[in-house]
C-alpha cells in the first residue's frame, strides 16, 4: 500500500519539526517526507490545514475485556481510541478476573492483535487479585508484555507492601502506576470535601486523601530507587509534591485527565453522576494547578481514564453510582478547545504530552515521524465542530462527563502502522 500525505502541518517534538509539508508512506514506513511530492500509484490525501502528529497513545484506559463485556470490549474500545486519534492504549488491569498473571496478560495480547483497531499495551497487577496482600506474578506478565503494573481502581494500603512491589519492580526496571488515594480518608466520600459537598449534601472526600499517598509514594520510590509514575493527580498540592520530588532527581511521573483539567466541582451542582470521579472533581483552585503543571513540564502525559460504565449503573443515586468517565473520544477536542485555541499550549506541546511523554514513561516504542520509521501518525482538524451527544459515540458505554458540550477540533485521520484506523473521521474497521 502505498500512501501520500499532501500539504500537513507536520509537528513532531522529537527533531524539533513543525513546517508544512508531504509525507509518503509505503508498507506501513515512513519513506520520504519534502515539498511537492507525487506517487506514481496508491492514494493521495490532501491535509491542508491539518496537523500531523506523531501517534497518541493513552497511558490509561480500561477496555474491560474480559469481565465487563457489557461496558466495553477490547474492540469497541479501540474503535473508541481510534476516534479519539489514539494508536495506542495502555490497558488497566481491573478486569474480571484481575489481570494479575501471564496467561491474562496474554489474553489481552491476543485479543488486541485479533479485534483491535489501534495498538494495545497490557498494564499488569501489582498483587493478586489487586487486594494488597501478595505480590502477583511480575515476572510472568513482562515476559508476556506487560508494560507497567497498577492495583488501579484501588490503593495498595500497606506502606510495607508498597515497598516490597517496588523492590520487586526495580528488578525488572518496571515502573509502578500508583492509584493514591488513602481510603481511610476518603471513604464514604464521593466528591471534594469543602464547601460544595456541604451545600450537595453529600459525603466529602478531602484532597489530603490524594496528596498522604502520593507523598508516600514519592518518598519509597526515593528508597527502592523504583520508577513510579502517580495516575490522575488532581490537586494543587499532589502537583507541587511531583515538582518538588522532581528537582531532588526522584524517579517520579505523573499524569493528568481532561475532566480534571475542565471540570470542577461547581459543576455538581447537576448531580449528574457522570460527573461522579476517582479522584472527584477538586476546585478551580486545583484545575487551575493542574494546568500551570502542563505548562511547566512538571506533569508528563494528558491520560484518559476512560472509564466506561453501563447506563443502568449511572442511573443509580449518586452515592450508589459507580466512578468515571469515558474520555478517549473526548480528550484532544477538550485539549484543543481549551488550551490550544486559546494560546496556551503549542501543537508541539500536545505532541509532547500525548505522544513522546507517554511513551517515554512506560518505554515504549518510539513514533517519530521521519524516513524509515512506522507509521503510527495522528492527523488532526484543528477546526471541525464537534458537539458532544450521547448518541455519538462508538464506545459501548455513554457516560461522557462533557455531554452536551461545543468543542473545537478532533481527529480526522488515523494511521496505525501506515494502514488507516479512522478516515474522514470514521473509523475503518479491519
Same mark, same amino acid.
Given at each position: 500500500m502505498a500512501l501520500l500525505l499532501k500539504n500537513g502541518r507536520v509537528v513532531d517534538p522529537s527533531k524539533g519539526t513543525d513546517e508544512v509539508a508531504d509525507i509518503v508512506i509505503r508498507d506501513g514506513v515512513i519513506v520520504e517526507i519534502g515539498h511537492d511530492l507525487t506517487i506514481p500509484k496508491g492514494e493521495t490525501l490532501d491535509v491542508s490545514e491539518k496537523v500531523i502528529l506523531p501517534g497518541l497513545v493513552d497511558l490509561h484506559t480500561h477496555l474491560r475485556e474480559p469481565g465487563r463485556e457489557d461496558e466495553e470490549t477490547?474492540?469497541?474500545?479501540?474503535?473508541?481510541?481510534?476516534?479519539?486519534?489514539?494508536?495506542?492504549?495502555?490497558?488497566?488491569?481491573?478486569?474480571?478476573?484481575?489481570?494479575?498473571n501471564g496467561s491474562k496478560v496474554r489474553f489481552v495480547v491476543e485479543r488486541a492483535a485479533e479485534e483491535g483497531l489501534v495498538r494495545v499495551y497490557p498494564i499488569g497487577a501489582v498483587t493478586k487479585g489487586q487486594a494488597g496482600e501478595q505480590l502477583a506474578e511480575i515476572g510472568d506478565m513482562r515476559a508476556e508484555g506487560a508494560v507497567a503494573f497498577s492495583d488501579d481502581g484501588h490503593s495498595i494500603s500497606s506502606a510495607g507492601m508498597a515497598r516490597v512491589a517496588m523492590d520487586y519492580l526495580k528488578a525488572f526496571d518496571a515502573v509502578m502506576v500508583s492509584h493514591c488515594e488513602d481510603t481511610s480518608l476518603s471513604r464514604p466520600g464521593v466528591v471534594n470535601e469543602g464547601v460544595v459537598s456541604t451545600r450537595l449534601g453529600l459525603p466529602g472526600w478531602p484532597a489530603a486523601a490524594e496528596e498522604v499517598m502520593v507523598a508516600?509514594?514519592? *518518598?519509597?520510590?526515593?528508597?527502592? $530507587?523504583? %520508577? #513510579?509514575?502517580?495516575?490522575?493527580?488532581?490537586?494543587?498540592?499532589?502537583? &507541587?509534591?511531583? *515538582?518538588?520530588?522532581?528537582?531532588? $532527581?526522584? %524517579? #517520579?511521573?505523573?499524569?493528568?485527565?481532561?475532566?480534571?483539567?475542565?471540570? &470542577?466541582?461547581?459543576?455538581?451542582?447537576?448531580?449528574?453522576?457522570?460527573?461522579?470521579m476517582n479522584p472527584p472533581l477538586r476546585t478551580a483552585a486545583d484545575r487551575h494547578?493542574?494546568?500551570?503543571?502542563?505548562?511547566?513540564?512538571?506533569v508528563d502525559a494528558i491520560a484518559t481514564d476512560h472509564a466506561p460504565h453501563a447506563p443502568h449503573e449511572k442511573e443509580l443515586e449518586f452515592e450508589l453510582a459507580p466512578f468515571g468517565t469515558t474520555g478517549l473520544e473526548t480528550a484532544l477536542s477538550l485539549v484543543n478547545t481549551h488550551l490550544v485555541a486559546t494560546g496556551r499550549l503549542s501543537w508541539n506541546d500536545v505532541a509532547r504530552l500525548m505522544s513522546s511523554g507517554p511513551r517515554a514513561v512506560?518505554?515504549?516504542?518510539?513514533?517519530?515521524?521521519?524516513?524509515?520509521q512506522v507509521a503510527d501518525i495522528t492527523v488532526v482538524d484543528p477546526e471541525a465542530r464537534v458537539e458532544v451527544a450521547a448518541d455519538?459515540?462508538?464506545?459501548?458505554s455513554r457516560n461522557s462527563a462533557f455531554i452536551g458540550q461545543r468543542?473545537?477540533?478532533?481527529?480526522?485521520?488515523?494511521?496505525?502502522?501506515?494502514?488507516?484506523?479512522?478516515?474522514?473521521?470514521?473509523?475503518?474497521?479491519?
Open positions: 477490547i474492540f469497541s474500545g479501540t474503535a473508541a481510541a481510534a476516534r479519539g486519534g489514539f494508536t495506542a492504549v495502555c490497558a488497566m488491569p481491573n478486569t474480571d478476573p484481575v489481570c494479575d508516600r509514594d514519592i *518518598r519509597l520510590s526515593e528508597l527502592t $530507587g523504583c %520508577r #513510579v509514575h502517580l495516575a490522575h493527580l488532581s490537586t494543587a498540592r499532589s502537583v &507541587d509534591l511531583v *515538582r518538588e520530588a522532581k528537582a531532588r $532527581g526522584v %524517579r #517520579v511521573t505523573c499524569e493528568v485527565t481532561p475532566h480534571h483539567l475542565f471540570l &470542577d466541582e461547581d459543576a455538581l451542582v447537576s448531580y449528574d453522576t457522570n460527573l461522579k494547578a493542574l494546568v500551570e503543571g502542563l505548562l511547566d513540564g512538571t512506560f518505554g515504549l516504542p518510539r513514533v517519530r515521524i521521519e524516513p524509515g455519538s459515540f462508538v464506545s459501548a468543542l473545537l477540533g478532533r481527529a480526522s485521520e488515523v494511521l496505525v502502522g501506515g494502514y488507516f484506523a479512522l478516515k474522514g473521521g470514521k473509523v475503518v474497521d479491519r
